[in-house]
C-alpha cells in the first residue's frame, strides 16, 4: 500500500489500470482532495507509483503494512468474515450509520452484512461519505480515539465543519465543553 499526494482521482484511477499489467493495484482509500491510498501486490503498486511520479504526483509513501487492505487480495478475508457474521444476530441498526464502503446510510441487518464484507476487499470512500454527510447537514464530527488523522482529512474535505477529537480524559471534558454538554 501507498499514500498518493497531489493527483486526481481519474488520473489515479487511470495510472492503476495501467500499472495492473504488472498484476493487481486499485485505489484503496480516496481520504481525501488529492490523497488516495492505493493497494495491491508489491511490483503493480510500485509500478503505479512510478506512472503517478511521471504523471506528476507531488508525493508518494510507501506505507508498511502487513496487508493489502481494501483490495480484490482481500476477497477471501471477506468471505471468511461473511462466514464469522453468519454465526452472529446482526439487528437493524437503532441509529444509521455510514459504510465508507458504500458512503451512504446504512440503517439495515440486511444492508450491513453485505457492506462490512465488502469493505475489506472493495475501496473505501471517505472522502465521498463526508461530502454526504455535509450535503445532509451534518456540521460537526468527532474523531474517537488517539490521534486526529481522520480529523485533518474531515478539515481537507469540509472546511467550514467544526471537528472535535476524543482521546482521553482532557480531551473529553474539552468536546463535551464545546458541544455544550
Not at 484511477?13 to 493487481?24: F, M, R, S, V
Not at 503505479?48 to 508518494?60: D, P, Q, S, Y
Request: aromatic share 4%; net charge positive; with cysteine.
Amino acid at each position: 500500500m501507498a499514500v498518493t499526494l497531489g493527483m486526481d482521482r481519474t488520473a489515479l484511477e487511470k495510472t492503476c489500470l495501467e500499472a495492473a499489467k504488472n498484476g493487481i493495484v486499485a485505489p484503496a482509500n480516496y481520504n481525501s482532495p488529492g490523497q488516495i491510498v492505493i493497494s495491491g501486490e508489491k511490483k503493480a503498486v510500485e509500478k503505479a507509483l512510478e506512472l503517478a511520479k511521471a504523471a506528476g504526483v507531488k508525493k508518494v509513501v510507501p506505507l508498511t503494512v502487513s496487508v493489502p487492505s481494501h483490495c480484490s487480495l482481500m476477497k477471501h478475508a471477506g468471505e471468511r468474515r461473511s462466514r464469522n457474521f453468519d454465526e452472529v444476530t446482526i439487528s437493524d441498526l437503532r441509529i444509521p450509520i455510514v459504510n465508507n464502503a458504500d458512503a451512504k446510510f446504512i440503517r439495515t441487518a440486511a444492508e450491513l452484512r453485505p457492506s462490512l464484507v465488502r469493505q475489506i476487499s472493495s475501496s473505501l470512500y471517505w472522502e465521498d461519505s463526508i461530502n454526504g454527510l455535509t450535503a445532509d447537514g451534518f456540521d460537526t464530527f468527532i474523531e474517537v480515539g488517539p490521534g486526529k488523522v481522520l480529523s485533518g482529512l474531515v478539515k481537507r474535505i469540509a472546511k467550514d465543519a467544526k471537528v472535535l477529537n476524543v482521546e482521553n480524559q482532557k480531551s473529553m471534558q474539552d468536546t463535551l465543553g464545546v458541544l455544550g454538554l
